[in-house]
Each structure stands twice: as C-alpha cells, then as structure tokens.
C-alpha cells in the first residue's frame, strides 16, 4: 500500500519519534528559587513518581530510596491519616540522564512511616508503634522481617514520635525524639539507653557528636561523645550535651508565609514576614567534594514553614561548638513557592547535598492547628496542594548524578575510602566493612590506626575494627595521644567501657598536654576506672573546677561515689563533692519507655515522654531556649493553672522558680487533639505533679471538664498574666 505522505514529511516524522525520550520525565520550574551564587539545583525527582516524601537514603550502589507520607494532612481535617497508603521507594534512571524517570516499590502499605536506613545488608524503618528490619534481596524485593523494637512510637501524634535512624561512626543507630539507640551484634538486636535528643531529624559530625533541634531552636548538640555523661541515673548533664550551638534563630523568607501562631505580639514583622524559626528540621552537617570548600564542615537546616534552607559556620573550641549564620537578610536556599517543603537534608555519596520537598500546602498537623493558620491556608489556597513531592540536588555544576557503587570495592579499596573527602563514602565504606565481616583487612584497618596521618581515617579505622570485634586497644601507638586529639578522644572512651589500663608513658603525655578535650575524656576514663591510690591525676585536672570536665566525672565515678566520698583526697575538690553529696539523696526521676504498666502514673510516665519530653525535657528540667522548667514550678503545683496550660497552651514571658523565661515560641494545648482523652490528661497531669513536685496527685476529669466551660477557644494561649487573672481566687 502506497503513503499518501510526502516523502520528506515521513523522514521528518520518523526522524522525530525516533528522537524522542522512551521515558517521561517530570520538568519542574525552579525559577521562584534562589540559591547561592555558584551553585546548580536539580530537580531529580518529582511528582508523579513520588509523593509527600519525608526521608531519602543511598544503598551501597549508590540507588536513591525515598520514604513518602502521602497519608499526612490530606486535607484540614487531617482525615483518614493512619490509611496505609505509604510507601519506601528506589528511584530508576533507565535512561542514565541524572533524572528519575521510573520508581521501583520495595514496600508499601505503610502507616505513618518517618525514618528508614540501609544497614546490614537490609532496610531498617520506623512503623509506629513498631521499628522493623527487612532484608533486602539481590532483585531489590523484601526478604525476611524481624521485630526490632514493638515499642519504638508508642502513643503521640507524628510530630512527636522518634525519627531519624542514623548510625553513627560508634556503630550505633541513633534517633531524634528518643532516648534509645540500636545495633546488631552478632546477630541479635541490642537496644541500650541514650540521651533523649531532639524533635524532628539527626545528624553527626566528622568527629562523631550528634547533632539535633527543635522547632524553635534550629541547631542543638553535643559536645561530648554519645553516651559519656549520662551513667549516672541521678545525674544530669546540662553543660555538655543538648546545648544551643547557633543562638540566632532568625529566617529570612521570601514572603510572609502561613504560619500556625503569627497572631502572637512579635512573632511577625511589619511586613507579616516570620521572625524566628517555628518549624526547625532535618539538620546536616555536611562533607562532600559536590561543594566548593566554603561549604565544608557547615550545618544546613530546614524551615519548611517559611519555605527555606538555612546554612550555618561552626566553631570547634577544643571541647565546646558553636556557630553562626552564614549569611545575614538572605538564605542558603529559599523560594516563593510557599509548597516549597523542605524536611530533610542528606549527603550524598557523589558529594552534593540532597533535599527532600515534602512539598505540600498543609503543613502543620491537625492536632496544633489554629483557626488562624486554618484560615490564612484556605485564603491562600494552600489547602489545594497536595498529591506533589521533590527531591533536589545541589552541586557546584550542572554534571548529573551517576551513582557511586561501593559494593564493587576491594576490602582494601573499602579501607582506603575510609580518608575519602565525602563523609558518606567514610560513612558506609566503615559500615560494609563490618557487615561483610572483613577480618582479611584487619591488618590494613591496623595500619591505618599507626601510621595515616589523617584523624578523621583512624577515627572511622577505630570503629571499623571494634564493629569487627578485632579491637586491640594496647597498640596505639603512645605518640598518638600528643597528636590527634579527637581520634585519642575515641580511644579513651573505649578504653573506659573496656576497663583497659593506661600506660605510665600514655598517662604521662596526656597529662602534659593540657588540652580541655582530652582532660575531658581522661577524666572519664579516670573516674570509670577509679583507683584511689592513683587519683592524683584525676584531683589534679578536677581542681580547676571546669563545668564540662567536672560532667564526665559525674557520670563515670557513678557506683563508685562512695568510694570516693570516703577517701581523703575528695576533699581536694569541694565543689564536686558537694554535688555528689546532694546526689546520694537526690529523687530519681525516669520517663523512658522501656516498660509500660497499666496504673495512672505510669500511663501518664509515657504520655509525657510522647507529647510533652520534646521541650521540658524527660526530666522536667526544662531545655535551654526552648521551655522552661516543670521540676519545681508553681505552674505545676498549682493544679488548675497545670490543667489550663496543657489545655489552652501559653505563649510570652514567664517566671518560674523567680527566674525569668522569653522564648519566641508558643507552647500549643492538647485541649483538641483528638487522640488524648480527658483521662490521658490527667494521667500526664498526675505523672508531672507526682514526679516534679511534692503536689498531692488529685487532677481528675472533673477538674479538667470544668476548666473545658471556661469562655475560651483553644489556640488562644494563655499570658502568664491571663492565667493569673483568670484564676486569681485560686
């Protein structure tokens, strides 16, 4: 059968769909962003291959997986939210362009879930209530799942379960909102105690400290090491571990934004434009030849509420951080896009930095909802938003992503990343190491630890071959201890937890160094390994009376106070003494949901911990520019002004214990959250009176029903002075 078409228009036809992409990929405009000058921004996925995502991770390929929470505020009414509609992704990029343009489903059917990591060989994630392991096959298809904690989200709405999962270079996996941490070991799950950490997303720097935040607190950490200062169970730490790193919470957006509680006298500038973080995420502290070196060692931050990515510079000072801003009126990376949701940051395995955009209109979850914020939602039109989502890369050029696959690596290739300038080749190349169980590297990891020159390589060889259980402490060398100051840091504390000696000679040099981090962990490992009749060294670097040190002798002296409280040297150092004394008599206070019982305390231990530890702390003592103090508080022992506070919320200076408190932020009631009954409030109500005062535990839903009557809707939070008017008679 003869063409009607004109010859050339059948060549130019042909010519035409034999051009065309095979697989269709997502264009996003990415014109209402602005990023610092000298960098490139990617969209490398969008929707509609991916929707609502929270977290992303690299496997040891170098695949991108990404985790979606579509079910979350769907719509204003937060409706049908535990549906199992998540789902944890691999993205494909069949034509090798950079650009995703199919996606492989590993799991779904998922509830709610927040956090995922590639550890051994399979898929570590967080389904509350539970936190599961799923092995990963060859084809990328689930294998074998195992229960790893029934108990890891149990109660509270999703901004105030654990997240994050992200193991460190101490071979422990670590959480925001949590005070546990995991690892495998020889084939079992172990679960340990920890500090409890932050709100929303982890991260550690080069050295290992973990760093975290809250909503209105962008960038909080440790100074000291994971679990150093807190084996005392009476005891704690308040000058080395959850400090404010950056004190400037300032946010630059492009426009006023839609935020929760803009009606509070100071929130907003003339412009309506937000003042101060109010939705601080996803931290990073980032590593990776992708940035030029200005951006090395810096921390990044999400603020989806004002649609932008804060950077910040840190300041190392021996044995403190701190930071600042790195710019001032402007940001890393901000949009005019108010769905502009950035809720996540990672690094990636070909050294640029990676965001995940929940974009989304409704950001804030029903629980905490103003009418206010409900209302700028649908006049802006941001309630329509949904059913989107975006993970963008950012590098110093315009190359593509092409993955990095590390599981095609040597042992030895796999040693020798261990220096790599991108901390996630250090990072997984430590991790692959232990799980393949590499004992054919041992001497290489052993030649690292004598004679590289680079810190950061021992650090992660260190760790390597403790995970391998091939850990022999006796051969650092002593010169090492006068040179590299964080990786003898490391070496100390291990050598504490395994009761190992010091050398006279290492003794000796690290005394005659005189450097605050290393006297900080000697003193650790002194106070661990207390010997009376060799105690001059730890008298000796304890007289000064430095706050920090005096932390890891508090922790490590811990069972062996009496002891030292009964040698004559304790005399030398009267102020730690004196701490020591108070603490023999000091109340025990423990709100870790290791175990739960059915009595009214114990319903209200845990219910706490959910809804209300984030801030006040598991202890009650309050967290440093965040909420003031319950232990101890008349707000407390008065029980109506308790019962209204967690019902109506409060906002603006406070005073508590004749000590004055002004945090930007608002603290939201749980007056109508749906998921806490009057009986939950009570029993929270009970548990603080009970644990944090001597108050009579006598809050009863009565209590609670009459102050519902009172003539106020529930996101007008209360002014101390309001609450003292309302309630003068009491």
């Not at 340990?192 to 932050?198: A, D, M, N, W």
Request: glycine share 6%.
């Amino acid at each position: 059968m003869r063409s009607n078409l004109p010859l050339a228009l059948l060549l130019i036809l042909l010519l035409t769909f034999s051009c065309k992409k095979e697989y269709a990929e997502t264009e996003i405009d990415l014109s209402t962003y602005e990023l610092e000058p000298g960098l490139t921004l990617q969209a490398i996925a969008a929707e509609p291959l991916i929707e609502s995502p929270v977290a992303m991770n690299f496997d040891a390929h170098g695949n991108i997986w990404v985790l979606e929470m579509p079910g979350y505020m769907q719509s204003l009414e937060g409706v049908n939210e535990e549906d199992p509609i998540g789902r944890i992704l691999v993205l494909q990029d069949k034509d090798a362009d950079g650009i995703a343009d199919h996606t492989k489903v590993f799991l779904d059917s998922l509830k709610l879930a927040r956090a995922f990591a590639h550890v051994y060989d399979g898929l570590l994630y967080a389904e509350p209530p539970n936190l599961l392991f799923t092995k990963i096959n060859a084809d990328f298809t689930p294998g074998a799942t195992v229960v790893v904690d029934s108990a890891y989200a149990v109660g509270g709405n999703v901004e105030h379960q654990p997240n994050g999962l992200l193991m460190n270079i101490d071979n422990w996996i670590y959480n925001a909102k949590d005070s546990k941490r995991y690892r495998l070991k020889n084939g079992i799950w172990e679960k340990e105690k920890t500090t409890f950490r932050g709100q929303w997303g982890i991260t550690h720097d080069a050295m290992g400290r973990l760093f975290y935040n809250d909503n209105s607190n962008q960038l909080r950490g440790d100074y000291s090491l994971p679990n150093v200062v807190n084996q005392n169970i009476k005891y704690r730490a308040s000058k080395t571990v959850g400090q404010t790193i950056v004190k400037d919470q300032s946010v630059y957006p492009v426009q006023a934004t839609a935020v929760n509680r803009g009606y509070i006298p100071g929130m907003l500038h003339e412009d309506g434009k937000l003042k101060n973080f109010t939705s601080a995420c996803g931290p990073l502290y980032f590593e990776g030849n992708g940035l030029s070196s200005a951006y090395q060692s810096n921390f990044f931050v999400c603020g989806p509420e004002v649609n932008l990515i804060k950077r910040n510079l840190i300041y190392s000072d021996s044995l403190k951080v701190s930071g600042k801003q790195a710019l001032t009126g402007k940001e890393f990376l901000r949009s005019s896009d108010e769905a502009f949701r950035p809720v996540n940051l990672f690094n990636g395995p070909d050294g640029a930095l990676y965001v995940v955009d929940m974009h989304k209109g409704i950001i804030q979850h029903k629980t905490y909802l103003t009418s206010y914020l409900r209302n700028l939602y649908i006049e802006k039109g941001l309630d329509t938003v949904h059913g989107m989502g975006r993970i963008l890369r950012i590098s110093k050029d315009s190359l593509p992503y092409k993955p990095i696959n590390l599981k095609t690596l040597s042992d030895q290739n796999l040693v020798d990343s261990l220096s790599s300038s991108n901390i996630w080749v250090r990072d997984k190349a430590q991790h692959l190491l232990i799980t393949r169980n590499a004992a054919t590297a041992v001497p290489e990891l052993e030649a690292v630890l004598g004679k590289s020159n680079n810190e950061f390589a021992k650090i992660h060889a260190l760790y390597t071959l403790e995970g391998l259980q091939k850990l022999n402490l006796s051969r650092i060398a002593v010169e090492d201890f006068t040179s590299y100051p964080k990786f003898v840091s490391h070496v100390l504390k291990l050598m504490a937890e395994d009761e190992h000696e010091l050398s006279t000679s290492q003794l000796e040099k690290l005394m005659a160094v005189k450097h605050e981090s290393l006297d900080f962990y000697l003193t650790y490992f002194l106070s661990k390994n207390f010997d009376v009749e060799k105690a001059a060294p730890l008298i000796e670097i304890l007289k000064d009376g430095n706050e920090m040190i005096s932390e890891a002798f508090l922790s490590g002296i811990h069972k062996q106070e009496t002891a030292f409280l009964d040698s004559k040297i304790s005399q030398e150092i009267p102020t730690t003494r004196k701490v020591l004394d108070s603490l023999s008599t000091s109340k025990v206070i423990l709100t870790e949901n290791f175990a739960i019982g059915e009595d009214g305390l114990t319903r209200g231990r845990v219910l706490y911990n959910n809804n209300c530890a984030t801030c006040h702390g598991p202890d009650g003592r309050g967290l440093e520019n965040l909420a003031p103090p319950l232990l101890n508080s008349e707000f407390v022992s008065n029980k109506e002004h308790l019962v209204a506070i967690m019902l109506y919320g409060m906002h603006g200076p406070v005073s508590v214990g004749k000590k004055d408190y002004n945090f930007a932020n608002a603290m939201p009631g749980i007056g109508v959250n749906e998921t806490l009954t009057d009986k939950n409030i009570r029993d929270i109500g009970n548990f603080i009176r009970n644990a944090f005062t001597t108050s009579p535990q006598n809050i009863t839903t009565k209590t609670i029903d009459s102050l519902r009557k009172i003539d106020r809707t529930y996101d007008k939070t209360f002014t101390q002075k309001e609450l003292h008017e309302i309630f003068a008679s009491n």
